[in-house]
């Protein structure tokens, strides 16, 4: 059984899966333009929380997040289901594509065997859409890989079953009918009132711009903290973080300005097109403290790459992008 | 970043290209593929380096006695003994006594297939160990871990 899909190929997993599956129910969306419904963009620095003994530092919202979201604003029906019960799981899986609907399944990273071995680490919110089955194998939609792939039924219900942080339990999720009023103006303005609400309004300082000026404070004493080793394994972290693969670069910033840009043209606020080309040279610069980083990982050192320098760097960042959230607001109010 | 800017480092990805937003010349954001971006591909390497040092620190207790065979494969999964104890259906303090040699060597058959079936190898094959560190991507020359045997960078 093979539902006709279109497979494009996204910069992010979540962002991409919901944008594939409402143009695959009718409704044609960009990526950048689902990111930015679901409220994807984000900023977490966490340093009671360790994973593998390194602080949790997140540029995106909550897994799962991004779909809910994006749906419930455009008003279109979503059902999300997990499976305590593995083979009830895959029964499920099989009895949705038998009914001719493509489902989005939540699954473990590290056990797909078409990815690529670098990036094969244990991460358990990763999205992708199975439209098929052909004998034991599943027809896939992974929205990071170029290309339709496929995995047979046993290595699938594994990474549906991964465990640890994140367990996707046998999440799937589906799309159902398409309303035909579509209150997209309120949707947009919705998502970007979540995320700079979240970047400058929340008085907790570990999130939004707040996040970023601790973490460039902190940043700044690894050395002194942690000694020269340690301290270039935080940093090595941090640049995982904000670039390793789905980020779309400059830790969602670039798919966030394309969002904006594309806001611009349907709330017809040309403002929006001057703010998404600040975001833009946001995301240069949180790519120039990654690539600056890199080289100090790498041991070439030098004066505008020390960890004072790149803590300056990132405080900038934070000025800018309170400066931008906070016009954001204002401009959506309108 | 421009769109002729977008980096074409390639190391990780292999044959994929993953996506790149980047502005035109007219301003427009357009989808670039990127075969990878040296920034990432370095801490990438600094990931893989760290889990090869685990593996290595595993292999020598395993060879001083210190450590049973699990020590080895667990590491070889990127897992800790929290997640090992989540995936083979065990409480954490029976993994770590797993860890042991003496324990170890007095596993049932059963646990020992359960063991093997989370790291998906034959039952006969959890005694096996390789020689030295082997890890599923190329590490670039110079690299710490860099043909593994050169104990005095560990």
Redesign the interface.
């Known amino acids: 059984m093979t539902i006709e899909f279109i497979h494009r190929q996204s910069a992010h997993c979540e962002s991409g899966v919901t944008a594939n599956l409402l143009k695959h129910n009718g409704y044609s969306i960009s990526e950048a333009m689902a990111f930015g419904i679901g409220g994807g963009l984000f900023f977490g620095y966490f340093p009671f929380i360790k994973i593998n003994h390194l602080p949790l530092i997140t540029f995106r919202g909550a897994p799962g997040s991004i779909f809910k979201k994006c749906a419930s604003r455009l008003g279109v029906p979503v059902t999300s289901r997990q499976f305590r019960d593995p083979q009830r799981g895959m029964d499920a899986l099989d009895a949705s594509i038998a009914a001719g609907i493509p489902v989005g399944l939540q699954s473990g990273v590290y056990w797909l065997p078409y990815f690529p071995a670098a990036l094969r680490f244990h991460f358990n919110a990763h999205n992708l859409v199975v439209y098929g089955r052909e004998g034991d194998e599943y027809l896939i939609s992974d929205p990071i890989i170029e290309k339709p792939v496929r995995c047979s039924s046993a290595v699938l219900e594994r990474a549906r079953y991964a465990k640890g942080a994140l367990a996707p339990k046998g999440r799937m999720y589906s799309i159902g009918q398409v309303p035909g009023e579509i209150p997209l103006a309120a949707a947009i303005r919705a998502g970007i009132k979540e995320v700079a609400t979240r970047m400058v309004k929340v008085p907790i300082p570990l999130i939004g711009v707040r996040g970023m000026r601790m973490l460039a404070r902190h940043l700044q004493y690894w050395p002194d903290k942690f000694g020269d080793k340690q301290s270039i394994i935080h940093l090595g972290h941090l640049i995982r973080m904000q670039e390793e693969i789905g980020t779309g670069g400059g830790g969602f910033r670039f798919i966030y300005a394309a969002f904006l840009q594309e806001a611009a043209a349907v709330l017809e606020l040309p403002r929006l097109e001057i703010l998404a080309q600040e975001m833009t040279q946001i995301g240069d610069m949180w790519r120039r403290i990654a690539l600056l980083g890199a080289r100090r990982c790498k041991g070439r050192n030098s004066t505008d790459n020390t960890f004072p320098a790149l803590a300056e760097l990132m405080r900038e960042c934070s000025l800018r992008e309170e400066k931008l959230f906070r016009e954001l607001l204002h401009v959506v109010k309108k | ?1 421009r769109h002729d800017e977008v980096p074409q480092d390639a ?4 044959q ?8 035109d010349e007219d ?3 357009v ?1 670039v ?1 990127s075969a990878g ?4 591909n ?3 390497v ?3 380096e ?1 889990i090869g040092a685990q593996i290595k620190r595993a292999l020598e207790q395993i060879d001083s006695g210190s450590a049973s065979p699990l020590l080895y494969h667990m590491a070889r ?4 003994v ?2 090992l104890a ?2 083979v259906g065990l409480s954490r303090w029976r993994v770590k006594r797993h860890l042991k040699p003496i324990p170890y060597a007095g596993l049932k058959p059963e646990l020992r297939a359960r063991y093997a079936a989370v790291f998906q190898i034959p039952a006969e094959f959890l005694d096996t160990l390789p020689p030295q560190v082997e890890l ?2 190329e590490l670039p020359l110079g690299s710490p871990l860099d043909g593994i045997n050169k104990d005095e960078y560990l």
Do not use: D, K
């Not at chain 2, 994929?16 to 502005?23: C, F, G, S």
């Not at chain 2, 971006?37 to 990432?40: N, R, T, V």
């Not at chain 2, 999964?77 to 800790?80: E, F, K, L, V």
């Open positions: 970043m190391a990780i990805l292999e994929w290209h993953e996506i790149a937003y980047a502005v301003g427009s954001y989808l593929p971006w040296e920034a990432s370095l801490v990438n600094q990931a893989w760290a999964n990127q897992m800790s929290g997640l989540r995936y599923p991507v």
